[in-house]
């Protein structure tokens, strides 16, 4: 079993962090570029932020720039993705995905191959 669990979501208030962790299973990740994806509803599925295989390069959406951190821990086959500053806007369902590159690709659905079931956040006053 290949498999990426994702955990970490709820409601916050804006202004409030969230810090969200993915769970690889079934196979190792040092090999792998990890991207987290977001959808709220209604709305396109839409590149978050990833990381390269061995963390030495970060992606940021423009949107989370200065708010969100992405991290990576090889040894405990995780990452994770600190949220800080939470908007309203930043609602949706979180998924991670793995990237069959050392290094990320564009944010582009068919380039990665294993998809987590997603995480709730929901920032909300």
């Known amino acids: 079993q290949l498999q990426l669990v994702e955990s970490g979501g709820g409601f916050v208030q804006p202004g409030g962090s969230l810090r969200l962790s993915c769970a690889a299973s079934?196979?190792?990740?040092?090999?792998?570029?990890i991207g987290w994806f977001r959808q709220a509803p209604g709305k396109a599925r839409e590149g978050v932020s990833c990381?390269?295989?061995?963390?030495?390069?970060?992606n940021y959406a423009d949107s989370v720039k200065g708010r969100f951190t992405i991290s990576r821990d090889n040894a405990k086959n995780t990452v994770y993705l600190q949220m800080n500053s939470l908007k309203p806007e930043d609602t949706g369902v979180y998924y991670c995905?793995?990237?069959?590159?050392?290094?990320?690709?564009?944010?582009?659905?068919?380039?990665?191959?294993?998809w987590g079931q997603g995480t709730q956040v929901t920032v909300s006053s």
């Open positions: 995905a793995r990237a069959p590159y050392y290094y990320c690709p564009a944010y582009v659905i068919k380039l990665y191959d294993y």
């Open positions: 079934g196979f190792t990740l040092d090999s792998s570029s």
């Open positions: 990381i390269s295989s061995s963390g030495d390069s970060t």
